[in-house]
């Protein structure tokens, strides 16, 4: 069966240092990968998507950035991170169409 | 692009009430739609979808409804639980484009 693992679950980090968020999936090719971020209380905001290794496509403009080095490997990382920066960050996949999305636990991440 | 519109944004139940959570879509060329429910400090868990070709669809004590002329769909819960007390999202996706998500609805059930 398919699994997501999603690290680390929470992060305290300072404004200005670099981050970088890891998420791997398991049991499945070729999956369609997301990273959403969610901010207290509010909805899910797609960051960014990949369909293929190497294939990233952003969704809001920010200091954020994604890569795809692996099949199923999808990283987040900043090099300076804003107060802004602070949510909780989930990454998701799907097979095939944009459709059933499976996510990770998240990561609660806060910039002080 | 679509655009998901979804409210009420809070609703509060007595147990054993029905709960009704509308979305509202703007791409005619959507054709799946699912929802989510996520729990306080949880992951969003896919709990019910349904596509352009079916009107309504049912599992246990949760139904969706799509109306494809309106562009409307609807999350109907009975028989309502403490522990369906939780943010719901609708979405819509055309399939070939991520999908769009409404802004979620907080769902307090109150013994």
């Known amino acids: 069966s398919q699994t997501i693992h999603q690290w680390p679950a929470t992060l305290v980090q300072p404004v200005g240092s670099p981050l970088s968020l890891e998420c791997t999936v398991e049991?499945?090719?070729?999956?369609?990968l997301y990273w959403y971020r969610q901010a207290a209380g509010r909805g899910l905001q797609l960051l960014f998507y990949?369909?293929?290794?190497?294939?990233i496509s952003s969704e809001v403009p920010q200091n954020l950035s994604a890569s795809r080095p692996q099949d199923r490997q999808f990283i987040l990382s900043s090099k300076k991170l804003l107060l802004s920066d602070s949510g909780f960050y989930l990454c998701?996949?799907?097979?095939?169409?944009?459709?059933?999305?499976?996510f990770g636990s998240g990561t609660q991440l806060s910039v002080l | 692009g679509e655009n998901v519109e979804q409210h009420p944004s809070t609703l509060s139940v007595q147990e054993g009430d029905s709960a009704v959570i509308k979305c509202t879509y703007s791409d005619s060329a959507s054709n799946y739609f699912p929802w989510y429910k996520q729990e306080l400090g949880k992951r969003p868990q896919l709990i019910i979808d349904?596509?352009?070709?079916?009107g309504e669809k049912k599992d246990q004590r949760i139904a969706v409804t799509l109306n494809k002329t309106a562009k409307h769909f609807s999350l109907h819960i009975t028989e309502t639980q403490p522990e369906d007390s939780a943010v719901y999202f609708c979405a819509a996706s055309r399939g070939n484009t991520p999908l769009v998500f409404g802004k979620g609805t907080r769902l307090s059930v109150i013994a």
């Open positions: 990949s369909v293929g290794i190497g294939q």
């Open positions: 049991g499945t090719s070729n999956p369609n």
């Open positions: 998701a996949w799907s097979t095939g169409a944009h459709e059933k999305l499976f």
């Open positions: 349904i596509r352009s070709n079916v």
